[in-house]
């Protein structure tokens, strides 16, 4: 039986953890009601009957599909203000220089977009214009030109994904990318060329029970919050947790569940072995681990030898790699990476889960191959209490893919090729490009270099989720055309450009008639339906945005792009692609579809031409930090995305402006607390902000994402997922007060 409280978890004997540093949940409720004054029974509702549009652990309402519980987090929370303002006065947009220096959520408190709005190149400012004129000017701009069209993941579900990427190929353009490419690039590849799948393996009960999870650049407590949740059932479950990471995050250690008793009154320790790495130095730990693995005949040899190829290959190059070598490019040492083996090894069941602290570099790749490489050592795929998880951060991200809104990646995760671009030229009834388009990163080069014509962007910011923003703000002002379809304002619709600025008012998934639905990490695809509230009369939805405009562009074939509604979106969604079956009959609250069943790759099958998953030899990533120098990384606070929601960190009291440093590196360079210093990067970029000493592993440093991206290199990307790395290499100098 069960035992109803478990002292052996619990973090502090301090009831509801006061005087502890921590978020203050029921605080986070007030906030939220505070927001939506005016609009709170709207509210509510979202709450009750929407589909969640914050992370990607999906909802119906207020429950989800792991557990009986509430499933309500501080995210969703956040966002309901913007779900629910009414219309912005368009008076501010008469001359934007006034709006030049607030900040971003200043700009999005201002109310919801209520029309499309117009500013010539040399205006000060935006005028009303009617959604005819809008379509047109937009058209006319895009007609046989260059262009490219960047989709963000706040909230947009697979229905708006699916018709924007349609329209713009029928458009004639392959240049389409979504927040995806941004997040979660190289698990796509990395995933799809070893196992076959290109999303988590598993589903998130497969956590509760497990006899082992391992994070791996990963921290959900402030991420994916509500998975706090599942992690305090599966400690109660004994399941062990294991956190390999360049910081020991303060919610990883400790968390306090709001929407359960016993720990919102007691906390729950969460981590149970942390092991510190450098930044970067992810594969080489991972390759230890393995190396320990093999030389300890731990692997599960049957697994192996029924279901996978390369082992041996792989095998030799780990034996070959120098203990020196995998400790001084880790930052751990022989014994660290001994003891997480053993406990790979001693375990019958593990789950292991990734994000973007093992994506957003330029060996983000081969991060993922490694750990693909412990999975199938010892087995843990395609049954109970196991899997691969790259966790998603967004509602959107999962489905926008598998959508096709992507440059290399046509609906069902198909690569483009002529042969796939054929399949679905007979399917539509329009010329499909066959060859990948530009990536998101690749339209700010092209329209730096003056070689695009138009950028759509809906939703977004490309000066804040970008490196170098004054490169994107340069390459932005460049463009002849830009259109940005959101619900409220951005920076970076406030650049002067080259020619017309049009921005276009979206309606959030709450408002669409018909429902929508998105897909969950768990590969579980979600209805959500139209909540009845207030509306901002001349906002819409972005699948008729796309479609209207296509029809502009080429009248001839307008009929094979347009929809009736959101249900006629998704019986197309289901004839493009097959493993999306199911999606058409999703019509009513609490319907959902989980593809693939609870576990892909069940039994060591494996969507591969041979049927079996594949070994990689990871290289070790040379090492490049010269003395004196530290890595730099960049780090969520309280945020979503780059929308940041409040200065100071609940969880570490970092403001945004904090320069997360080792107590040791702290002391060697005498550098109390709050003392203010520069880092000084790549061609002499510069990041002021003051020290604050945190658990960190020595010669590595964290600053606030996105205000840390001035310290980025743009040019520095993947070699196959083409994401950007979002890590330095800086020196550290003292600043007068």
Known sequence: MKKLLDPRNWASLKPFGLGERKPNNYLELLKAFRS??????????????????????????MRDWTMNEIHLCNIRLRLLQLNTMPALDTSVLADVSALSGKRSAELRDLGRLPYPMLRRAGEPGFTRVSWDDALRIAADGLRGKRFGTYLTSRGVPNENYFAAQKSVRAMGSAAIDNAARICHSPSTVALKETVGVAATTCSYTDWIGSDLIVFIGSNPSNNQPVAMKYLYHAKKEGTRIAMVNTYREPGMERYWVPSNVESAVFGTKITDHFYGVNIGG?????????????????????????????????????????????????????????????????????????SMGITQHTNGEDNVRAIVNLGLARGFVGREKCGLMPIRGHSGVQGGAEMGAYATGLPGGLPVTPENAARFTELWGFEVPDAPGLTATDMIDAAYARELDALISSGGNFLEVLPDPEHCREALSRLPLRVHIDIVLSSQMLVPGAGDVLLLPAQTRYEMVGGVTETSTERRIIYSPEVEGPRIAEAWPEWKIFTELAGRVRPEIASKVSYTGTAQIRADIERAVPFYQGIAGLSKFGDSVQYGGRHLCADGRFPTPDERARFSTVPVPTAERPDGAFMVATRRGKQFNSMVHERRDGFNGATREAVLMSAYDADRLGLPDG????????????????????????????????????????????????IPDYNALVTVSRRPR
């Open 282 to 354: 992810d594969a080489a730990f991972l390759n230890g681990v393995l190396k320990h693995l093999i030389e300890n005949d731990w692997q599960d040899k049957a697994f192996i030898d029924a279901h996978t190829t390369g082992f041996a290959e792989t095998a030799d190059a780990v034996k070959a790699m120098s203990w020196k070598d995998l400790e001084a490019r880790s930052g751990a040492t022989k014994e660290r990476m001994l003891d997480l083996a053993r406990r790979l090894g001693e375990a019958r069941s593990a789950v292991l889960v990734w």
């Open 675 to 722: 003392t203010p210093i520069e880092l000084r990067g790549h061609d002499d970029r510069t990041f002021h902000g003051v020290v604050l000493r945190a658990p960190l592993t020595p010669g590595n440093l964290q600053v606030h994402w996105p205000e840390g991206n001035v310290l980025l290199d743009e040019a520095r990307r993947s070699p196959d997922a083409r």
């Open 36 to 61: 939506v004054k005016g609009n709170r029974r709207y509210a509510l509702r979202i709450l009750n009957q929407g589909t969640c549009d914050g992370c990607a652990l999906g909802t119906r309402g």
